[in-house]
């Protein structure tokens, strides 16, 4: 009695099972979504080409092989975009001037400190010091404002609005002296030389207003 209870009780049970609802689902079970779209965009592919023939199972592999891009290009863009907050966010803590004594300081006197470094071997500091009389020389000709809390980025921007001619050599003193003094590079007479360089118009520029 109760074998034959249990009996109907599973037949009843598996035509419950057999029904559609149930197996569409045990159907699609397992199924990934991402893949099964791929599938769908290659065979509308193949659709415009219907004298191409691929072999059997083409669609599944290049399926697979085109979510493995994506997931590539998407971890790429995600480190490249942590990279750039990164650095975007430790340039603007960057300003370039110590304290505010180094604003009061002249044009000159930090080109004859600049050069007393250099002198003495210390060619970080005089790579800095060039680049701070740059910045107090483009101050005095009033193409930007030298402010302690500003960064290269915002004298940059301007330069951009006051004098565009000199935003050029401008960028390549920044980035040698972020370089130097943020990158950890190294510094020697070359790398002051090349600052001394960048410079150098605008010293003429001067002695001729003189």
């Not at 915002?154 to 003094?181: I, M, W």
Request: glycine share 6%; proline share 4%; aromatic share 10%.
């Amino acid at each position: 009695m109760i074998n034959e209870g249990w009996k109907a009780e599973k037949k009843q049970l598996e035509s419950i099972l057999e029904r559609d609802e149930y197996t569409a689902y045990l159907r699609n079970d397992g199924r990934n979504p991402i893949i099964e779209w791929l599938e769908r965009m290659w065979r509308k592919v193949m659709d415009l080409f219907p004298d191409m023939s691929v072999p059997p199972g083409t669609p599944k592999v290049l399926a697979y092989v085109l979510l493995g891009i994506l997931l590539a290009i998407l971890v790429a863009a995600i480190v490249w975009l942590v990279r750039s907050l990164i650095l975007l966010r430790r340039s603007r803590r960057r300003s370039v001037f110590r304290s505010a004594a180094e604003l009061d300081r002249s044009f000159a006197a930090l080109l004859r400190e600049a050069e007393e470094c250099a002198a003495e071997g210390n060619y970080p500091e005089a790579v800095r010091r060039t680049f701070l009389a740059m910045l107090l020389l483009m101050d005095e000709r009033d193409w930007v404002r030298a402010e302690r809390w500003k960064t290269n980025r915002e004298y940059a921007e301007e330069l951009y609005e006051r004098q565009p001619g000199a935003v050029e050599s401008f960028k390549q003193a920044a980035s040698l002296f972020e370089l130097v003094y943020y990158g950890g590079g190294t510094a020697g007479a070359h790398e002051y030389g090349r600052m001394t360089e960048l410079l150098a118009p605008y010293r003429r520029e001067e002695a001729g207003y003189a």
